[in-house]
């Protein structure tokens, strides 16, 4: 059954880096059709659409958070991969990770997410 | 970068209602618009896509319509499972955004 499974830590201190990482299981991130997305949010608000990553490297950014952002794709692993650096405590969010339909823009799959709290 | 409005915030409605959202766009997004719903604790769902079109497993009693900047979803005869957040979503111009949300909650 195609999942994609979340991991990474729910807690990071302010200043430092904020690392996530989504496995795709039943399926291969080696995709024509999709590309893999990390999507957030905060207690109580909306959705905000963090980044974008082809498995050929094409990736989109949320410009506010450019700067601090990296998104990578491992296509051994079929894992993709978020890292925000120098977090505050704005970026306490629940992260989801997302298939994303090329040419369609919607998120047609999402995982379970992971609730990271910024805090010392 | 495009700006979606959803209201209203809160919708109160009974089970066999029809439930009318509305999404409207700062700039045109075409059809380039999508809709889900989100339950506590859940991922947002897919419902609709290219404002219209329902994603695989969705009921018929919801649909979609609208293009341009003015968009509605319609869920007809409300099932108890369906009172939920709403969000409405564009892809026409990065980046993505999604709109505030509107809560439907039984009345």
């Given at each position: 059954q195609l999942q994609l499974l979340q991991s990474g830590p729910g807690l990071v201190k302010p200043s430092e880096t904020l690392s996530l990482s989504c496995s795709v299981s039943g399926a291969s991130v080696i995709s024509s059709v999709y590309s893999w997305a990390w999507i957030r949010q905060p207690p109580g608000e909306s959705l905000e659409w963090v980044g974008t990553i082809h498995y050929t490297g094409t990736v989109f950014y949320k410009p506010a958070l450019k700067s601090r952002l990296t998104i990578s794709v491992d296509t051994s692993k079929d894992q993709f991969s978020l890292r925000l650096d120098a977090v505050t405590a704005a970026d306490t969010a629940q992260y989801f990770c997302a298939r994303q339909r090329r040419g369609l823009g919607n998120f047609d799959l999402w995982g379970q997410g992971t609730v990271v709290t910024v805090s010392s | 970068e495009i700006v979606l409005t959803q209201s209203p915030a809160t919708l109160s409605l009974s089970p066999g209602e029809t439930a009318t959202l509305s999404c409207r766009a700062s700039q045109s997004v075409s059809s380039y618009l999508a809709w889900y719903q989100q339950k506590p604790g859940q991922a947002p769902r897919l419902l609709i896509?290219?404002?219209?079109n329902r994603a695989t497993d969705i009921p018929a009693r919801f649909s979609g319509s609208g293009s341009g900047t003015d968009f509605t979803l319609t869920i007809s005869s409300l099932e108890p499972e369906d009172f939920a957040m709403y969000y409405c979503q564009q892809r026409a111009n990065w980046p993505i955004t999604f709109g505030q949300g509107t809560r439907l909650e039984i009345k």
């Amino acid at each position: 059954q195609l999942q994609l499974l979340q991991s990474g830590p729910g807690l990071v201190k302010p200043s430092e880096t904020l690392s996530l990482s989504c496995s795709v299981s039943g399926a291969s991130v080696i995709s024509s059709v999709y590309s893999w997305a990390w999507i957030r949010q905060p207690p109580g608000e909306s959705l905000e659409w963090v980044g974008t990553i082809h498995y050929t490297g094409t990736v989109f950014y949320k410009p506010a958070l450019k700067s601090r952002l990296t998104i990578s794709v491992d296509t051994s692993k079929d894992q993709f991969s978020l890292r925000l650096d120098a977090v505050t405590a704005a970026d306490t969010a629940q992260y989801f990770c997302a298939r994303q339909r090329r040419g369609l823009g919607n998120f047609d799959l999402w995982g379970q997410g992971t609730v990271v709290t910024v805090s010392s | 970068e495009i700006v979606l409005t959803q209201s209203p915030a809160t919708l109160s409605l009974s089970p066999g209602e029809t439930a009318t959202l509305s999404c409207r766009a700062s700039q045109s997004v075409s059809s380039y618009l999508a809709w889900y719903q989100q339950k506590p604790g859940q991922a947002p769902r897919l419902l609709i896509y290219d404002a219209s079109n329902r994603a695989t497993d969705i009921p018929a009693r919801f649909s979609g319509s609208g293009s341009g900047t003015d968009f509605t979803l319609t869920i007809s005869s409300l099932e108890p499972e369906d009172f939920a957040m709403y969000y409405c979503q564009q892809r026409a111009n990065w980046p993505i955004t999604f709109g505030q949300g509107t809560r439907l909650e039984i009345k």
